[in-house]
């Protein structure tokens, strides 16, 4: 009979570590006045991103109505803002259908916050601050997006043609396929090239607007249209994403719309548009910066695990 593997993949002495690392956190909020919330695990809308799929949930309770499981609570938790919540932040389980590896399990748990009135790189500034209060870090740096394109493989990531795109990556990897968008081509370009060579601690700023899911696009200093997001990278590993904020529900709305119709024509799952959040977005978002930080993944930094199954309770694996 095989051996069922009841036990958790960590040890009470690191479980220990993590009730102390979300104590710390919570009193890291605390300190700065800003609350706890929390929000429904179901929707019945789902994220319509075409990187992003959800699980569906059937309720018997709810016969005829399909639910998801969240992928962030970023919706629901943007309702609250734009009902004049203030700052606010989340400690909650979320959930994707993705691969199983040493950083991913579909069960995840997100540190989710949002800062009205504040700008990117005030946030930037907020992360690093955080994460250095639990580990030292060393130096964090920052980078943006074109910077990095441009240092690495000679071209403007916000300009270059699919073309050229598609034989940088052929040359770059085994990858060979032509039936790839050039945001999949920088996002492969950026794994098989640009993140291995980050600094250790390092925030990339400013993506092209392709990549701006829910983020502002707004004109760098050299006039170039930006998605104006961040993602922290420590130790190799991408640990926070950061918006500043849309607050456009018309622009949102467009969003989800082209979202849906490329899913539709990659054969994925469709979804339904939030129109809870486009409502909130309707009545009055404020102009604020938010981000959604893997606790999982920081927990295996602040211990020194490379194995996401030995930072929690339970992995997949184990359930």
């Known amino acids: 009979m095989a051996t069922i593997p009841w036990e958790s993949g960590s040890t009470a002495a ?33 994220a319509t991103d075409v990187y992003i ?42 959930f994707r259908d993705a691969e199983v590896s040493s950083r991913h399990n579909p069960e995840f748990t997100l540190l989710e916050w949002y800062r009205p009135g504040f700008e ?45 795109l598609e034989q940088l990556l052929r040359s770059e990897s085994e ?21 291995p060579r980050l600094p250790d601690a390092c925030f990339v700023y400013d993506y092209p607007v392709e990549q701006a899911a829910l983020a502002r696009v707004e004109n760098n200093a050299d006039g170039q249209a ?14 926070a994403n950061g918006y500043q904020e849309l607050t456009d529900a018309q622009e949102q709305r467009r969003r989800f719309a082209a979202d849906i119709a490329q899913r539709s024509r990659l054969g994925l799952p469709t979804y339904p548009i939030d129109e809870n959040l486009l409502a909130a977005l309707d009545h009055g978002l404020p102009d604020c910066a938010g981000v959604a930080l893997g606790l999982d ?23």
């Open 53 to 94: 799929q959800s699980i569906p949930v059937s309720l018997g309770a709810a016969q005829g109505e399909q639910f998801y499981l969240q992928t962030s609570p970023e919706y629901a938790m943007k309702r609250l803002l734009a009902q004049g919540a203030g700052p606010i932040y989340q400690i909650c389980k979320a």
């Open 14 to 46: 690191r479980l220990r570590q993590r009730a102390d690392m979300l104590q710390r956190l919570r009193a890291f909020f605390a300190a700065r006045g800003i609350w706890e919330v929390e929000t429904p695990l179901l929707s019945r809308a789902a």
């Open 226 to 239: 930006v998605a104006r997001r961040f993602e922290f990278y420590c130790q190799g590993m991408e640990l």
């Open 175 to 195: 990858i060979g396929s032509t039936d790839l968008s050039k945001t999949d081509c920088l996002q492969l370009l950026m794994s098989y090239r640009i993140e």
């Open 120 to 164: 990117l790189q005030q946030l930037m500034d907020e992360v690093a601050e955080l994460v250095q209060g639990l580990f030292d870090t060393g130096p964090v740096v920052q980078r943006s997006y074109q910077e990095l394109f441009e240092a690495e493989l000679s071209i403007n990531p916000h300009t270059v043609a699919l073309a050229e």
């Open 297 to 319: 993944r920081l927990f295996m930094l602040l211990c020194g695990e490379r194995e996401i199954d030995r930072a929690m309770s339970f992995s997949l694996s184990r359930c």
